[in-house]
């Protein structure tokens, strides 16, 4: 079955970086672009970036621009979110998805179970 486990979320003070991991199995990795988005409640979810299946395209939401970077290894079948300079108003459980790009996969979806990040001094 299709699997996306992110990790990396932890508790970190303002100004602080992290480095969160997506790790997929169960597709063909090569052919989804890959997005993390963030959920933090009473709020919409908010797409934070993407990446296209080659890495040749990435997009920011503007809250994040410029402190974060998103970037994937094919070979290993992981995207990651690299994350500076960050905020209080960047906690949320962050999520990330699969979107299918490439002939069959074309379409498919898919979402990790999250992991939780909390900017707080």
């Known amino acids: 079955q299709v699997q996306l486990v992110e990790s990396g979320g932890a508790l970190v003070q303002p100004g602080g970086s992290l480095r969160l991991s997506c790790a997929a199995s169960?597709?063909?990795?090569?052919?989804?672009?890959m997005k993390w988005y963030r959920q933090a409640p009473g709020k919409e979810r908010e797409l934070v970036a993407t990446?296209?299946?080659?890495?040749?395209?990435?997009t920011y939401a503007d809250s994040v621009k410029g402190r974060f970077t998103i970037y994937r290894d094919n070979a290993k079948n992981t995207v990651y979110l690299q994350m500076n300079n960050l905020k209080p108003d960047d906690t949320a459980m962050y999520l990330c998805?699969?979107?299918?790009?490439?002939?069959?996969?074309?379409?498919?979806?898919?979402w990790g179970q999250g992991t939780q990040v909390t900017v707080s001094s």
């Open positions: 990446i296209t299946i080659s890495g040749g395209t990435t």
């Open positions: 169960g597709l063909p990795f090569s052919a989804y672009d």
């Open positions: 998805n699969a979107r299918g790009a490439f002939r069959v996969n074309a379409g498919k979806d898919y």
